[in-house]
């Protein structure tokens, strides 16, 4: 039994025979595969394409989800072992995950970092507790990474370029009012370097620089198949030359917890938005981006329309690859 | 591909072939005409009836469908294009709705009125906004119109009645604490019209008039098909020799938004209940309403509990012509 | 057609042929019984086990399950006849029940006590509307008793214990930080006489006896069939000789709605919890809870995951035992 919890476990190797499979179900999507099996989804944070996908995917494979919400339809929970509970939290973790798989084949689980203490958030502990206590595989929906992004991210970047070695990959920050999850940057530049791009991370400042987790995994990955790692705070040179951009706003991990005074940085690079300015320095790049999208103040109208936005197919990419990742998990 | 955003655009011919299927549905309910496709359900608003008859007769036809709502487990959603993303909302429908378009096959959405300023809610921003983008029939499941309703309604009263071509049919306005969406009000107007009755609209008062637009159309169909479209604040005169009374309370569009200075207007007119002495006048008519409905505020417990209550089934006719209507939009 | 309010309706025997069944249905759990049966699950209050169980055993069977939220997703509800509905609720159950019944085969009905005036909470109004205005069956999925609950605890013992007669069962209160209902406390000490068990209850004084009408139900089962029903406040006594152990918290009924003034008093009574010391005055016995559980606070985590613990077979239970119960109401 294997979990899918991070790319990081999972060699380049087994995560293309998985975006194999995926282009073969997306030319046959229904497939009996997992008829008379169950797969719990539980989410402690809202969602629309990977509750749909993975509902939906589950159902073309003739099996059957169930969507949980932990403090809203179901109860608070508490993820630390030992500890005496006398707070919020009515069901432990160990229960929950243990009980789940005696009634499921499968158990996914969203949960966003609570954006108060990265020390805290960078241990991932909610999607880890389920992975501990459940008999049954585990998949990250997104915790602070997003490992199903990946696979949908590469599988479309592969339909439309092929092998992708040695391409350029930037990944650009973009402003949003909020400070988001380092999630999707942290993943796009995993899947990125590990398929043996040359990646590019375009921020603002040092202080946008991802988690070292992250940075070291990406260097890691490059240097091993003889590509590079840059990071860069001029627009100009990250997108020369481009094939590829994706685009993604988080917060700084220096202010983390502390946003007041991260926002008048944060302010200060609203230029940092993609437009088709940006992308005539590229080599006629394809941009994408995960969704939901704040549109005009991520990316302009023109670029996510324009004929190399990939959006909607990396999005539709989400059901195809999660299918096979569920096959790959319940009956490997 | 053809959307179902209201019976204005279908003629009566072709809604009546959707009622002469539901009859069929009705009668044999397990039908895997839609085997393999998959329903979206975005509710922006409550539901009971909507929510369980949409899932029921998609999984009866051999579909799955998918319960979304956006805010709650969803993300917040734009609907204005070219608008700058930088407020609340996460995600804009043109994603939302091309995304949900590459996982299913037929998108259905409620989204009631937000209740501040008529001239925008009577725009209809929101179902048109998903109809504009998806690339997938859409249904309206209430909107500022509720056609599956009328659907209902219309079924319902063929079964008592046969043709209704001629029949009186009136459709009373009733208090209510709250000012409600004229939505039922609406679409009882114009099925009612559309098949031929001689339609009476009782009301308070003029400011209890409904949209121009629904009044046209319904004076349209009622004159082309040499019918009556009266309206009355007699009720005496409105009960007199109808067939059918169909009871609904909705808001005074003269006080769109200010709701205050009608909350008097509407207190005083309490008496407008349906009880059985306003049904003695009648020809031994049938009673209806949409459902929810407040008992002992609209209507009495001896009226709606009467032999010639028609509210549940018309509620269970939603399941039948919905599948039917399914079926035609997926299948055609 | 039978409801499933309460086992005190049902005989033993019949319960235990629902055992039996459920016992066949976890050696084989896909069997479609229930093909093209549709099942509507309404939770008034939060779940996890109860609504993935009763969904995920729907569909084993070949069923399909609709979850609705009164309140949340659905329109709020009023429960009581010839009410005028002027106030919150925009549904009556009369409606609700009967359309959902046209709709659906089985209702299901989770509604919490509102703990303000126990004179109220026990006549149990919202679980005996839905089965008054209902024509389809009924089952009770937790209001002021737990009767799937009570199943699954009873199988769970006879998979380990055989026929448990003449065994004794302590029902033990236990802390916790709030009041909680009484349902699986009144549960556990039903079945367990019904089942011809010696039933000790200890709890921490007068106060925190159940109500008289499980309390004198449970004198009944056990004199009838020759056994005994103790009540202790001595934690010694009543641990001496177990051989099983059940625990829950609930809230006083005197105090009932007052609950400050019993805040001091359970206070006072955090050593009921459940620990190795106490298991060890016992006949080696099983301990079990109905989760959710508090650990640390109502059992120690070295019982709560030591051999003898049945948590989690308990839990799993529920799902054979609700197929088994809802294959007997839908096809008895």
Same mark, same amino acid.
């Given at each position: 039994?294997?979990?899918?919890?991070?790319?990081? $476990?999972?060699?380049?190797?087994?995560?293309?025979?998985?975006?194999?499979?995926?282009?073969?179900?997306?030319?046959?999507?229904?497939?009996?595969?997992?008829?008379?099996?169950?797969?719990?989804?539980?989410?402690?944070?809202?969602?629309?394409?990977?509750?749909?996908?993975?509902?939906?995917? *589950?159902?073309?494979?003739?099996?059957?989800?169930?969507?949980?919400?932990?403090?809203?339809?179901?109860?608070?929970?508490?993820? +630390?072992?030992?500890?005496?509970?006398?707070?919020?939290?009515?069901?432990?973790?160990?229960?929950?995950?243990?009980?789940?798989?005696?009634?499921? $084949?499968?158990?996914?689980?969203? *949960?966003?970092?609570?954006?108060?203490?990265?020390?805290?958030?960078?241990? $991932?502990?909610?999607?880890?507790?389920?992975? +501990?206590?459940?008999?049954?595989?585990?998949?990250?929906?997104?915790?602070?990474?997003?490992?199903?992004?990946? @696979?949908?991210?590469m599988l479309t970047l592969q339909e439309r370029l092929g092998m992708v070695?040695?391409?350029?990959?930037?990944?650009?920050?973009?402003?949003?009012?909020?400070?988001?999850?380092?999630?999707?940057?942290?993943?796009? @530049?995993m899947i990125a370097a590990k398929f043996g791009m040359d990646v590019t991370?375009?921020?603002?400042? +040092?202080?946008?620089r991802l988690d070292e987790r992250y940075m070291g995994l990406a260097q890691?990955?490059?240097?091993?198949?003889?590509?590079?790692?840059?990071?860069?705070?001029?627009? +100009?040179?990250?997108?020369?030359?481009?094939?590829?951009?994706?685009?993604?706003?988080?917060?700084?991990?220096?202010?983390?917890?502390?946003?007041?005074?991260?926002?008048?940085?944060?302010?200060?690079?609203?230029?940092?938005?993609?437009?088709?300015?940006?992308?005539?320095?590229?080599?006629?790049?394809?941009?994408?981006?995960?969704?939901?999208?704040?549109?005009?103040?991520?990316?302009? $109208?023109?670029?996510?329309?324009?004929?190399?936005? @990939?959006?909607?197919?990396?999005?539709?990419?989400?059901?195809?690859?999660?299918?096979?990742?569920?096959?790959?998990?319940?009956?490997?």
């Open positions: 039994m294997q979990h899918f919890l991070t790319t990081a $476990d999972w060699s380049r190797s087994r995560l293309q025979s998985i975006l194999d499979d995926a282009r073969d179900l997306k030319a046959e999507p229904y497939q009996a595969r997992l008829r008379n099996k169950t797969i719990a989804l539980i989410f402690f944070n809202p969602s629309l394409r990977t509750r749909s996908s993975f509902d939906i995917g *589950a159902h073309q494979l003739g099996a059957h989800a169930v969507v949980l919400e932990p403090g809203k339809g179901s109860w608070p929970m508490e993820f +630390e072992l030992g500890s005496v509970m006398d707070q919020n939290a009515e069901e432990h973790v160990r229960e929950a995950a243990r009980v789940l798989s005696r009634y499921c $084949d499968l158990i996914a689980v969203r *949960a966003f970092p609570k954006f108060q203490d990265w020390s805290v958030d960078r241990q $991932d502990k909610i999607i880890h507790a389920f992975a +501990e206590h459940a008999t049954v595989p585990v998949i990250n929906m997104e915790t602070i990474t997003h490992p199903c992004q990946e @696979l949908a991210l070695d040695g391409m350029k990959f930037v990944l650009t920050w973009t402003y949003h009012p909020k400070p988001l999850n380092t999630a999707v940057a942290n993943s796009a @530049l991370l375009l921020c603002p400042n +040092e202080d946008y890691e990955y490059t240097s091993s198949q003889g590509r590079s790692l840059t990071v860069t705070h001029n627009i +100009e040179e990250a997108y020369s030359g481009a094939h590829v951009v994706y685009a993604k706003s988080w917060g700084a991990l220096p202010y983390f917890g502390r946003w007041d005074e991260e926002k008048p940085v944060r302010d200060a690079h609203k230029h940092f938005i993609v437009d088709a300015e940006k992308m005539a320095l590229t080599d006629n790049a394809f941009f994408s981006h995960c969704l939901p999208c704040r549109r005009n103040v991520k990316v302009t $109208d023109e670029v996510i329309d324009g004929p190399n936005s @990939l959006v909607i197919e990396e999005a539709e990419n989400r059901l195809h690859v999660q299918k096979a990742l569920m096959s790959e998990l319940i009956t490997p």
